[in-house]
Structures are given as structure tokens and as C-alpha cells.
């Protein structure tokens, strides 16, 4: 006993106190932000490897963005990514960032099913399923229940069957012979369940994107409670937005 408290004392906290404001080192990309500089935007929109950036009007679409960085190492005058890791929305078009915008990207409260928050405020278990991904967002959801992110606390968790789930998070960018497991896991959870999507593959197909061995017809059946951007997705990102979601985001 004695022994055991020593070793809590000297370790000190392990978990992450609060996970609103954690400060992400210099090299982090998250949310970027776009100046109204004057730039050559079809050069930039060539350069993209994902198709993310669009001209007139300059946008950066999340969804599709892969967080190489390339564009900013182009023209950091026109764009630069910040250490903003709150990212997720319920709002596909949430994840467009306009030219000249600097505003957090949110849960919009009024878009979530009322059923969300009414189940699953107090616990959330999810099955993941990685239909054709490259494994580094897999590894980034496995994070979110280690000591440092400390999901569980939150009343969320990871569980290996999906009948004992309430929803499922999607990685990767659905290839066709993921598309039958991904639509058997999800009939095989019990209703109401919610779906995300997390990384750039499953959103949008990321590099992948118009593939012919992609199948994500899957998506086009249901609605997304659920976008949570980068590639990989960060801890972060994943439990603030899924704390956002269930109501008990701040
Ligand atoms: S950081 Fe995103 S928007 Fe910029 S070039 Fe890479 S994929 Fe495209």
C-alpha cells in the first residue's frame, strides 16, 4: 500500500486534465486558416495530392485534406495551420475553411438527433470498423483509451462485438471487399446507433478518392452523425468531437 502510493506520488497525474485545452507542439497541423492574400490559386489547386483545395472562392476542405502541409510550405503567407485540434462537426460543410475565416469549427447542437444525447450521454460504446485503412487511424482511436487520453472516463468506449455497441466509426476509404463487413457490422448493432466517419479516407476517400476499388455506397443509405478530420485522426479530435455529439462537449 505504502509502496503503491509512493510510486502514484512519484509518477504524479497521467491523464490528461482537460482535454479542451491542451497546448499541441509547433509541428501539429490542425485547423488551418486562410489569408486574403493574392495568390495563384490554380497553382495551389494543382499542388493539392487530394483535390482539398479549391479557387474562387479559396477553400480548404477538411474532408478531403491530408494535412501533408504542402500548401502551406508553399505560400505560408496565404496559409497557415494552427495548433487547433477541435475540429469535428456534424455538418459536412463545417469542414470547408473559407479565405479570411478564423472561427472554431463546431458540433452544430440544433443537427444532432435527439435520441444521440437522450441514450447516449452517459456511455457510448463504439465498434470500429477499418474498412480498407492504412491502420494510422486505427492506432490514433486505440490512443483514446490509454492512460493519457483517458477516454473511458468520459463514459466512452471501444468493445470488440458490434451487438454490444451503439454506433460504429468508419476508417478508411471503404474498399470493395469492406463494403459487405462494414454493412453486416452495422446491421448487427442495435437501434437507435450513430455513425462517424474519422479520418480523410473515410470522409472522402482521401488519396483514394474516385478509386475503382472503393465501394462507399454504404454512405449514401445513411445519415453521418459524425465528421472527424485529419489523417491520422488526433485523440484530441476524436473525444472532444464524440464529447460534442453526446451533449457533453464544452
Ligand atoms: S495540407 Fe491539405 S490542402 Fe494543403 S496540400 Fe496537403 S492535402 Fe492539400
Given at each position: ?10 509518477q504524479g497525474r497521467q491523464y490528461i486534465g482537460d482535454i479542451t485545452a491542451v497546448k499541441l ?226
Amino acid at each position: 500500500m505504502i509502496d503503491d502510493l509512493r510510486i502514484l506520488i512519484h509518477q504524479g497525474r497521467q491523464y490528461i486534465g482537460d482535454i479542451t485545452a491542451v497546448k499541441l507542439p509547433e509541428s501539429f497541423r490542425g485547423r488551418p486558416v486562410i489569408s486574403q492574400i493574392p495568390v495563384n490559386g490554380p497553382e495551389l489547386v494543382e499542388l493539392c495530392p487530394t483535390g482539398a483545395i479549391s479557387n474562387e472562392p479559396f477553400t480548404i476542405d477538411l474532408g478531403k485534406c491530408v494535412f501533408c502541409g504542402e500548401c502551406a510550405f508553399a505560400r505560408p503567407d496565404k496559409i497557415r495551420f494552427t495548433q487547433d485540434y477541435r475540429m469535428a462537426t456534424n455538418v459536412r460543410d463545417g469542414l470547408l475553411v473559407k479565405e479570411g475565416e478564423d472561427r472554431p469549427i463546431q458540433v452544430n447542437a440544433a443537427g444532432i438527433r435527439k435520441e444521440i444525447t437522450r441514450f447516449f450521454r452517459g456511455s457510448l460504446k463504439l465498434r470500429q470498423v477499418c474498412a480498407g485503412g492504412d491502420n494510422s487511424c486505427e492506432t490514433e482511436l486505440n490512443a483514446c483509451s490509454n492512460v493519457n487520453f483517458d477516454m473511458g472516463r468520459f463514459g466512452i468506449e471501444f468493445v470488440a462485438s458490434p451487438r454490444h455497441a451503439d454506433g460504429i466509426v468508419i476508417t478508411g476509404p471503404i474498399s470493395e471487399n469492406m463494403a459487405d463487413p462494414l454493412q453486416l457490422t452495422y446491421d448487427a448493432i442495435p437501434d437507435p446507433k450513430i455513425i462517424i466517419l474519422a479520418g480523410s479516407e473515410a470522409i472522402s476517400g482521401g488519396i483514394f478518392a474516385g478509386s475503382p476499388a472503393l465501394n462507399r455506397s454504404f454512405l449514401d443509405k445513411y445519415r453521418i452523425d459524425l465528421f472527424v478530420p485529419g489523417n491520422p485522426v488526433h485523440p484530441l479530435t476524436f473525444i472532444n468531437g464524440v464529447l460534442a455529439l453526446i451533449g457533453k462537449g464544452k
